[in-house]
């Protein structure tokens, strides 16, 4: 049977209003690195705009997801502060900032961790499956997933072309990070392929652990999430993250490899086992017609500290319409000099990437999170994209309200401080109140409801 035509989206979060830097995510460097310093909601909000507008432009199928509510006052009433919004806040600002600050979190922003998407050509029912993830490893993290679902309902409406499942149980034993762990490889978006779940531990089998910092994401999460989906085994490879690298700040797989059709870029401490991945890999590729190819980083090239203090691998790996692969990496890849001679070297290399694109993403890379944190890739074919709100789609039109959107509702600094500040609640739910108009999505927050 000939595979649907079909093409990659990538829907990137927009950065709310309250992003700041609290230090919440033990394990990744950059976050708390930088932890009490100022940020610039609007400076951080426009250089992922500024990214989504340049790819759209190049002809890449380019989404937009919401920010969600913050601060959450739901969060902050389930942990005992009560009485009107301002008393909430300012109660929680002296009795427990780190709770105010969890709940301020503009975390969202980071949509690889939105959901695992499954496209239809592997499901069993045909359909674009969408598992939010439960982000259970973190508090600020694991408050979005009603939110997430609720938004990607929104813009993925049609249930005969769609289903959205809801988040695994938030225990340690299912703790699931969505698709940052996740790359689907197909020779064509569109025709079967092998999806490719990495994991830190195992709940409940033996394995290597990692020492210094936590393992999030558990093999029993990613075998539900494959399982929920409907995926078969011949299209599933399950491979372990190197407890070492994680030990290192790569806390999410998308720090150490990223892949795109039949191409796997990544380090060479990726994985436990990491030939035997390819192996199984390769194989379950062939087997449906289609090749694989790794494209491996030698730690003589580039260390493992280098990849995570660039984020080399926290990039977009793109394939434009006349077939070439277009790596998008940070600015923070050209301000290392190792990272730096090790893409110059590619154009003089036999290596399946033809371009590499530089963006200014500073604002997100200061909290730990690159152009592949920003983004959910989504394959869809014609009809699915037809039947996508097609609000969110990214042109002109769009970047021009959100541009001036951005000028009016955010501010340009905020510190951890300024979380205690009643008005920010206010500033935040008119941006948002205005958004879910822009980008027509209904009342999809508790505060319109």
């Known amino acids: 049977m000939q595979a649907s035509k079909a093409n990659e989206a990538n829907f990137d979060g927009l950065v709310g209003p309250t992003h700041n830097y609290a230090g919440l995510s033990f394990g990744n460097v950059a976050s708390r690195n930088n932890e009490k310093s100022v940020a610039n909601p609007k400076a951080a909000a426009k250089q992922g705009l500024r990214k989504m507008k340049r790819l759209a432009d190049l002809g890449f199928d380019q989404g937009v997801l919401p920010p969600l509510e913050r601060p959450s006052l739901r969060l902050l009433r389930d942990v005992g502060f009560s009485g009107d919004d301002a008393t909430v806040i300012a109660r929680a600002a002296r009795e427990a900032p780190e709770l105010l600050a969890a709940a301020s979190s503009a975390s969202a922003m980071w949509t690889a961790n939105a959901a695992t998407v499954s496209p239809s050509a592997d499901t069993e029912d045909g359909r674009v499956h969408f598992t939010p993830a439960n982000l259970a490893a973190k508090l600020h993290r694991a408050i979005e997933h009603g939110e997430t679902r609720r938004s990607l309902a929104a813009i993925f409406a049609d249930e005969a072309r769609f289903r959205i499942h809801h988040a695994l149980p938030g225990t340690p034993a299912l703790g699931d990070e969505g698709a940052a762990n996740h790359t689907r490889f197909a020779r064509e978006y569109g025709e079967k392929g092998v999806e490719f779940f990495v994991y830190g531990r195992s709940e409940y089998g033996q394995g290597p652990q990692p020492q210094r910092y936590p393992a999030?994401?558990?093999?029993?999460?990613?075998?539900?999430?494959?399982?929920?989906?409907?995926?078969?085994?011949?299209?599933?490879?399950?491979?372990?993250?190197?407890?070492?690298?994680?030990?290192?700040?790569?806390?999410?797989?998308?720090?150490?490899?990223?892949?795109?059709?039949?191409?796997?870029?990544?380090?060479?401490?990726?994985?436990?086992?990491?030939h035997k991945v390819y192996d199984e890999l390769r194989a379950k590729l062939e087997a449906h017609g289609s090749p694989f190819a790794a494209l491996e980083v030698p730690e003589s090239e580039v260390s493992v500290a280098d990849a995570v203090s660039s984020y080399l691998f926290n990039s977009q790996l793109l394939s434009s319409a006349d077939g070439r692969q277009v790596l998008v990496v940070p600015q923070e890849c050209r301000e290392n000099a190792r990272v730096a001679a090790y893409l110059d070297s590619l154009a003089s290399r036999a290596t399946p990437i033809d371009e590499v694109l530089v963006f200014d993403l500073r604002e997100s890379m200061k909290n730990g999170g690159g152009p592949a944190c920003l983004r959910l890739r989504v394959v869809l074919n014609e009809a699915e994209r037809a039947a996508v709100n097609a609000r969110v789609w990214m042109n002109d039109a769009l970047f021009t309200q959100l541009d001036a959107w951005i000028d009016t509702h955010y501010r340009d600094r905020l510190s951890p401080a300024d979380l205690a500040d009643p008005k920010l609640l206010d500033e935040s739910r008119a941006a948002l109140d205005e958004l879910t108009t822009l980008l027509g999505l209904g009342a999809v927050y508790d505060f319109q409801r």
């Open 216 to 274: 999030r994401q558990t093999l029993e999460a990613s075998r539900a999430v494959a399982r929920l989906h409907g995926l078969a085994d011949d299209a599933t490879v399950f491979a372990q993250q190197s407890p070492e690298v994680i030990d290192a700040g790569v806390f999410h797989n998308d720090v150490i490899a990223v892949g795109n059709r039949t191409t796997l870029f990544c380090h060479e401490r990726a994985f436990v086992d990491q």
